[in-house]
């Protein structure tokens, strides 16, 4: 009898049983509903599940992208995904990225062997086993025939597995070698990317797309929250490495759907007409502050679309990576958590921490500088919890560039907000439950710089309902 991969029978069973992940989701988001107070119409976010197709809101300079998913062949070319074509319409010359990814690339860690077939079930196109049928298809998944469904399934099991294992044999050889875990050369593990189609999806039962609403771009609300302290995601940094010959011009989106609303809370959105000049490899992306807290009771999904700027019009671009990369929250809250996502171009790290206990903390800064003499600042908080910064701002800083950031950070905690001037550092200290500051510079910076921290606990969440319609 073969021998079976335990990483690849894992994996298997869960996407092999449709009622699990469905099910646990929803029995954490009913329950949470029973203290749950509806927001008002005006912030309810789109039913993806209606009979018509949702009215999609797109955020500035984020056009959108129809194209129907390709067909999956047994040897995908190395260079670019068969993918690509779905988030880049090379007839659209005057479209703007970036565009939702509708799926992960494929690299050369793919293979062609049949080895693990047996591994990937049969899929009923009928079953409705889940009691979820929609009328319209909504999801993208559901465009593969059910033989491309099953090895997309296959090359997705050996891929993720195949990461795995090179992971655990770079693990063993740093620990022969002594390293400290905290050091900046210890392997950084394989994020689990999601693969273009699933059992879920051909069954038309409760897949990702549908749970998290892939197919609406709208960004988030930024007025729901939840009343009392819970779970929530913070974005530390990303990184980004790519083969490719620098200085690049990136542009893309880095973005955030949680269990509070699976709409985009975006950290990262650079258009094409803003794109970013990346000089150098290993270069950490500016990240932009989430329009509000990232909560994440169990499960959330991180949607990456990066592409690099050609000369010659968006048609000539090229594309760094597309993705859709669930994360778990268990077991990790309040410590360090790296993870990297991969392409046949380029990888991206994650630099993220779970904070068990979490509340919003929304800093604004404003200045009296006068706007024909910026100074150069630097920004950065540090929250009680973890001693990672978060940079808030960096760059030249006058009275037309006051900005707000939100973090998340342990309720009852400490805030830091440092701030780097001419060779010198100012502090201002916040405790959660006093109003105001507890300490700040003197009075030669208050009258340059203004900063406020204020502990936002919210009360407007969505309508559950709305979820399972």
Request: aromatic fraction near 10%.
């Amino acid at each position: 009898m073969e021998k079976v991969n335990p990483w690849i029978w894992m994996m298997n069973l869960w996407f092999r049983l449709p009622c699990l992940p469905p099910l646990f989701h929803r029995l954490h988001k009913v329950a949470g509903s029973s203290s749950a107070t509806s927001r008002s119409a005006a912030t309810d976010p789109t039913v993806v599940m209606a009979s018509s197709s949702p009215e999609k809101k797109h955020p500035p300079g984020c056009g959108s992208r129809d194209s129907q998913p390709a067909a999956c062949t047994d040897d995908p070319p190395l260079s670019e995904s068969p993918m690509t074509d779905l988030a880049h319409d090379p007839c659209d010359k005057d479209a703007d990225h970036p565009a939702p990814p509708m799926g992960k690339d494929s690299d050369d860690v793919f293979a062609s062997t049949n080895s693990h077939d047996m591994l990937i079930g049969d899929i009923d196109e009928d079953s409705d086993d889940d009691g979820y049928v929609d009328e319209e298809t909504t999801c993208p998944g559901q465009n593969f025939t059910k033989e491309q469904a099953k090895e997309i399934m296959r090359r997705w099991l050996e891929t993720y597995d195949k990461r795995n294992g090179e992971f655990a044999v770079a693990c063993d050889e740093f620990q022969k070698q002594g390293g400290d875990e905290n050091s900046a050369s210890c392997p950084v593990f394989p994020l689990k990317p999601l693969p273009e189609t699933t059992d879920f999806c051909i069954t038309k039962s409760f897949c990702y797309h549908r749970e998290y609403k892939t197919n609406d771009t709208s960004e988030t609300a930024s007025t729901i929250g939840r009343r009392e302290p819970n779970e929530m995601l913070q974005i530390i940094s990303l990184r980004l490495s790519s083969s490719m010959s620098y200085p690049i011009s990136v542009y893309g989106i880095f973005a955030v759907r949680d269990d509070l609303d699976p709409l985009r809370n975006y950290v990262f959105n650079h258009t094409r007409d803003d794109h970013l000049i990346v000089e150098q490899d290993s270069f950490t992306l500016p990240l932009c502050s989430p329009c509000r807290g990232m909560y994440v009771l169990d499960y959330a999904l991180l949607e990456v679309d990066l592409w690099v700027k050609m000369e010659g019009g968006v048609s000539n671009d090229k594309q760094l990576l597309s993705a859709y990369v669930e994360i778990f929250a268990h077991g990790v809250y309040n410590k360090d958590v790296r993870g990297r996502i991969l392409s046949g171009h380029c990888y991206l790290d994650v630099h993220y921490m779970f904070v068990s206990q979490g509340i919003e903390a929304v800093i604004q800064v404003s200045t009296e500088v006068d706007s024909n003499d910026p100074r150069h600042v630097r920004f950065i908080a540090f929250c009680s919890g973890f001693d990672r910064e978060i940079l808030l701002f960096n760059g030249k800083f006058c009275k037309d560039k006051s900005f707000q950031h939100i973090v998340a950070m342990k309720s009852k905690g400490k805030l830091v907000v440092r701030l780097e001037f001419k060779g010198s550092l100012f502090c201002w200290t916040f405790n959660d439950g006093d109003l105001g500051a507890v300490n700040s510079p003197d009075d030669s910076v208050l009258k340059h710089f203004d900063v406020r921290v204020f502990f936002s606990p919210k009360q407007c969440i969505p309508d559950y309902n709305t979820f399972f319609l």
